[in-house]
T-cell receptor, first 113, second 114 residues
Framework: DTAVSQTPKYLVTQMGNDKSIKCEQN?????MYWYKQDSKKFLKIMFS???????INETVPNRFSPKSPDKAHLNLHINSLELGDSAVYFC????????????FGPGTRLTVL | AQSVTQLGSHVSVSEGALVLLRCNYS??????LFWYVQYPNQGLQLLLK??????LVKGINGFEAEFKKSETSFHLTKPSAHMSDAAEYFC????????????FGSGTQLTVLP
């Protein structure tokens, strides 16, 4: 069983389009995250939700909007895609406090043409 | 504020040689420290973590790391490299409090030569 899953794995789209990436975790965790990994492999947190409540919202363009319909799902919607949005987006989940492990999904490679 | 610096974006070792990947941290509070590994086209997997218990932490696949407060370091080692260890390695520090935010280093690409 996959602990943290993301769909789609690859996403190729044109500039200006709107797209969504879905994330689901079956670990029963309370907290979920979205990270962006750029072409130089640098990982940066974008958002975090705890029990469907937004708790971390880094400096991210408001074209990016996370949605958490329930504790097990955290989706990422991106409006008006730009070339610079091309990256790998990772979802992760965690339970408990700062010592606990974050479990990562396999990533979604977004390419904006 | 917290940050992590990984020295050496690329490290090459011969199969069977010692692996040493360097990580230095900066944190205003006692940190929690992590090493993650990323294999090509995959997500990140936890290798080991330091949570203020033993300073020498053993992880999966024969890796270990030692927390040295005086040097603000958390270097990752493995006595004998295997071809399957070739991957990207990330050091990360966790904030205290409820935010539980991970801050990652820039990563080190490990190449294992036959």
């Amino acid at each position: 069983d996959t602990a943290v899953s993301q769909t789609p794995k690859y996403l190729v789209t044109q500039m200006g389009n709107d797209k969504s990436i879905k994330c689901e975790q079956n670990l029963g965790h309370d907290t979920m995250y979205w990270y962006k990994q750029d072409s130089k492999k640098f990982l940066k947190i974008m958002f975090s939700y705890n029990n469907k409540e937004l708790i971390i919202n880094e400096t991210v363009p408001n074209r990016f909007s996370p949605k958490s319909p329930d504790k097990a799902h955290l989706n990422l919607h991106i409006n008006s895609l730009e070339l610079g949005d091309s990256a790998v987006y990772f979802c992760a989940s965690q339970t408990g406090g700062g010592t606990d492990t974050q479990y990562f999904g396999p990533g979604t490679r977004l390419t904006v043409l | 504020a917290q940050s992590v610096t990984q020295l050496g974006s690329h490290v090459s070792v011969s199969e069977g040689a010692l692996v040493l990947l360097r990580c230095n941290y900066s944190s205003s509070v006692p940190p929690y420290l992590f090493w993650y590994v990323q294999y090509p086209n995959q997500g990140l997997q936890l290798l080991l973590k330091y949570t203020s218990a033993a300073t020498l932490v053993k992880g999966i696949n024969g890796f270990e790391a030692e927390f040295k407060k005086s040097e603000t370091s958390f270097h990752l080692t493995k006595p004998s490299a295997h071809m399957s260890d070739a991957a990207e390695y990330f050091c990360a520090v966790s904030s205290s409090g409820s935010a539980r935010q991970l801050t990652f280093g820039s990563g080190t690409q490990l190449t294992v030569l036959p």
